[in-house]
Each structure stands twice: as C-alpha cells, then as structure tokens.
C-alpha cells in the first residue's frame, strides 16, 4: 500500500502536470500563431515539464514499493533514475533548440499583440505560482523529486522572461533577437539538465553518501569498539545507506558483541542520518 507521503507527492504531480499543460499549450498557440521561434522553443520546454511529471508519477508508484525478490534493496532508485531520465529530455530539448535556429537561417518577421501578450504574461504567472508552491511541497514531502522537478518550473519561468523580452524586442522589428533569445533558452535549459546529472549521477553510481573518515570517527566513540575495518556509504535514493566492520575485544562472547553492534548501529543513524546500517563484528587484533 503506497504511504500517505507517497500520496501527497503524486497529488502534487498531478497538479503541477496540469498547470503544465496550460502553460505549454498557451505558449505553443501564441508562438505558431506569432512566428516566434523562441516562444514555441519555450513551449517544447514547459511540455518537457509535462513529461517530467508524468515519468515522476509513475517513478513514485516504484519507488515506494516494497523490496521483492528481484529488488531485495527496494526501488528508492527509480526516484533518482527518473531525474536522470529529466535531464536527459532537457539535454535533448536543449540541441533540438540550437539546431532549429541553425535551420531556420535568417528570421522572419515576428508578430505580436495584446491578447497574446495577455496570455503569456497569465502563462508566467501560473509557472511561477505552480513553483513556488511546489517547492514548499517538496521541503514538507522531503522529496528530491519534487524539488527538482520544482527547480525545472523556476527555470521555465526564467526562461519565459527571457522569451517574452526577446518576443516583442522582434516583434518592434529586431527579428534577430528572436533567435537570440531562442539560443539563450537552450543554454538555461542545458545548465539545468547538467544540475539534475550532478544531482542524480553519484547516487546511480553508488557514490559515497557519508566521508569515509567521518564514518569511522562516528563509530569509534562507542564503547566496546576496539578498531574499525571497512567502512562504505552510498545513496538509496534519498536515503543513506552504510556497512562497516568493528573490531571488539576477543574475550567479548557472542551476545556481548551483538550488543556493540547494535549500538554502533543505532549510533550512526542517530548522529548521521543512515537509514540503513549493516555492521560486521570481528576480534580485534
């Protein structure tokens, strides 16, 4: 059964989705009814927003299943794994961008009016509201997710000024800043996607999520440790994962240095912030 938070995240999605959909859509009428390159640009990237909550609704359904057979660690990964995905779509979108300028040669003329003004300036303010609110959502949630995807609707929203600046700056007659601006987008939405990487990629690669030092300095202050061996972090997701080797004194009996192990279990969770601990006992030397 998905936890109340499971449920709160994709009501969040489902919310962000759909205030998405209206925002792309508005920019894309008002861009093909305009002949603004930069504004459909900026439609293409509020629809990847789109896609992002979809893939996190259905990443989120599981991530929160329970660990089986095939997944004895859980599916905590498929959060982070669709992170990835995003800045992927974002890196794709971004040449997509550069390449359509480069095709599109010398620019035309732009057209503009109040009513599309209108509506992309209401299309702004629902991106920045939809953002704002997300991002409260994502601290409450403690939900990396929703904080990315909460990241990506602020730089929409950036980028949404940008485009409007550079709509009406072609539509008075500059019709190279059209291009400009389109080529401005593309660069934003690259330096997002290279964040959600730097984000996502150390957790799918098993990097450290605790300093090694850190971690045997932790372990050593409990009494009964003699010595600390291996001692390993890494990311399940948002969670903090570890395993260490202790060494206790030889004379200790079986149930003596269960209970060394148990608190240096409980240790590094409370002072650390590990969820998950495994912790190997051996004579000391």
Not at 157 to 185: L, P, R, Y
Request: proline fraction near 4%.
């Amino acid at each position: 059964m998905p936890t109340q938070r499971a449920r709160s995240i994709r009501r969040v999605l489902v919310i962000e989705g759909l205030g998405n959909l209206v925002c792309a859509s508005a920019k894309l009428v008002v861009g093909l009814t305009s002949g603004s390159y930069a504004l459909v640009s900026d439609a293409l990237h509020s629809g990847t927003d789109l896609a992002n909550n979809v893939l996190a609704w259905f990443a989120m359904r599981i991530a929160e299943a329970p660990a089986d057979a095939d997944h004895p660690y859980g599916h905590a990964k498929f959060e982070t794994l669709s992170i990835f995905v995003l800045g992927t779509l974002l890196s794709v979108l971004a040449v997509e961008v550069l390449l359509g300028v480069v095709r599109r040669g010398e620019p035309e003329a732009v057209g503009s009016g109040p009513t599309a003004l209108v509506v992309i300036l209401a299309s702004l303010a629902v991106q920045l509201a939809l953002a704002v609110w997300q991002l409260r959502q994502a601290r409450r949630l403690r939900s990396e997710l929703l904080e990315a995807d909460a990241a990506h609707t602020f730089s929409d929203s950036a980028t949404t000024v940008a485009t409007i600046v550079g709509w009406q700056f072609a539509a008075s007659g500059f019709a190279w800043v059209d291009s400009v601006v389109a080529v401005i987008v593309a660069a934003l939405v690259l330096v997002l996607a290279l964040r959600l990487f730097r984000r996502a990629i150390p957790i799918l690669v098993d990097g450290a999520s605790v300093d090694r030092e850190e971690l045997i300095a932790s372990a050593k202050v409990v009494p009964g440790v003699a010595q600390v061996g291996r001692a390993r972090s890494r990311w399940d997701g948002p969670r903090r994962i570890a395993d260490i080797t202790i060494r206790v004194d030889p004379n200790l009996d079986a149930v003596q240095a269960h209970a060394v192990a148990d608190a240096v279990e409980k240790h590094l969770e409370a002072h650390l912030d590990i969820a998950d601990v495994v912790v190997h006992v051996e004579p000391a030397r």
